[in-house]
C-alpha cells in the first residue's frame, strides 16, 4: 500500500528534508582536502541533534552512523572513518533526519577540489536526471515514467550505468516504504502516481559499468569497475498534480560554490608560502 498523505503532513516531512538539505549545507561549508570522512559524520550529527531532529540513518537494520559517505567509486552506504578527502575526489554524502514524526532522505556528490572534466559532467548529468526524474513524479503518470525518464537521460543519452540493485522509496513515517523507484524502466509501467505520495527519487549513475559490488562491511557498495559513481536524491511530493522536491539543493549549491572559492584562495597562499621557504 502506498501512503496518501495530507497537506499538514506533507509540511512536516517538507521540515525534516529542509533539516536535511540544512545539514547538508553545514557539509558544503566543512568538506575540504585533508578532512576525514568521520569529522563530517559526526559534525552533520551534532548539527542534526542540536536543531530537534535524530539521524534517520542510525540504528536502521543496524547501520552505524548519522551519514553514508561514499567516494570516487563508493555509489552509496559508505561508512564515515579515517579516509581523508583529497583533491580530485568526489564525494556523496546521503543523509536522512526524523523529526515530528516523519522522515526527510537527501543526498548531494560534491566535488572536491579539482575534479576532473569527465567526472564533473557525469556529477551534472546525475543530478539533472534527478530533476527530470522529478517533472515525471506527476499524478496520474507512473512509477515506470520517473524510471524511464533517468534512465534515457543517463544511460541511453549519455552512456552511463545505472545501478539496478539499489532504488529510490517510499518515504514518511518510515524512511523507507512503497513503492520501489527504480532507475530504469519502461514508460507506463508501475504503481500509477496519486496526489499526497512522497517519494524519495536517487538515481545512482556510474561512469563506466553498471554492475556493483558490496564490501566486506556488509554495507558499503562499489561499482565492479571502480570507476567514479555518482548519486542525487530528493523527497519529492505529488503535490498540486506535480512533482515537488521538499528538499532543496540551493543552498548547498551556494555553499559549494562559496568553499569552492574559499580553499582555491586559501591553497593559492599555501603554494606561495611553501614556494618561498
Ligand atoms: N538514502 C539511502 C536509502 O534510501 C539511505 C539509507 S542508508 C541506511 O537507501 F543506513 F539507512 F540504510
Ligand atoms: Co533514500
Request: with cysteine.
Amino acid at each position: 500500500m502506498i501512503n496518501i498523505r495530507t497537506h499538514d503532513e506533507i509540511e512536516l516531512i517538507r521540515k525534516s528534508a529542509l533539516m536535511v538539505t540544512a545539514t547538508l549545507t553545514e557539509v558544503a561549508k566543512f568538506l575540504k582536502p585533508g578532512i576525514t570522512t568521520a569529522s563530517v559524520d559526526k559534525m552533520a550529527e551534532e548539527y542534526i541533534r542540536s536543531n530537534g531532529g535524530s539521524p534517520s540513518f542510525k540504528g536502521y537494520n543496524g547501520y552505524p552512523y548519522a551519514l553514508c559517505i561514499s567516494v570516487n567509486e563508493q555509489v552509496v552506504h559508505g561508512f564515515p572513518g579515517a579516509y581523508e578527502l583529497k583533491d580530485g575526489d568526489i564525494v556523496s554524502v546521503d543523509c536522512g533526519v526524523f523529526m515530528n514524526g516523519f522522515h526527510g532522505d537527501h543526498a548531494y556528490t560534491f566535488a572536491i577540489g579539482n575534479v576532473k572534466p569527465e567526472v564533473l559532467k557525469l556529477l551534472r548529468i546525475t543530478k539533472e536526471s534527478l530533476v527530470r526524474g522529478i517533472l515525471q513524479a506527476k499524478a496520474e503518470n507512473r512509477v515506470g515514467d520517473i524510471s524511464f525518464a533517468v534512465e534515457q537521460y543517463t544511460a541511453k543519452d549519455n552512456g552511463y550505468g545505472v545501478v539496478r540493485e539499489l532504488v529510490g522509496h517510499g518515504v514518511g513515517r518510515k524512511l523507507h516504504e512503497e513503492p520501489q523507484v527504480p532507475n530504469y524502466g519502461r514508460r507506463g509501467d508501475g504503481k500509477r502516481l496519486k496526489e499526497g505520495m512522497v517519494l524519495a527519487i536517487e538515481p545512482m549513475i556510474n561512469l563506466g559499468t553498471k554492475d556493483v559490488e558490496t564490501l566486506e562491511d556488509g554495507w558499503t557498495i562499489v561499482t565492479a569497475d571502480r570507476k567514479p559513481s555518482a548519486h542525487f536524491e530528493h523527497t519529492t511530493a505529488v503535490r498540486k498534480g506535480k512533482g515537488e522536491a521538499l528538499s532543496s539543493f540551493v543552498p548547498i549549491e551556494s555553499a559549494e560554490q562559496a568553499n569552492a572559492e574559499l580553499n582555491s584562495a586559501h591553497y593559492g597562499a599555501t603554494t606561495v608560502a611553501s614556494n618561498i621557504s
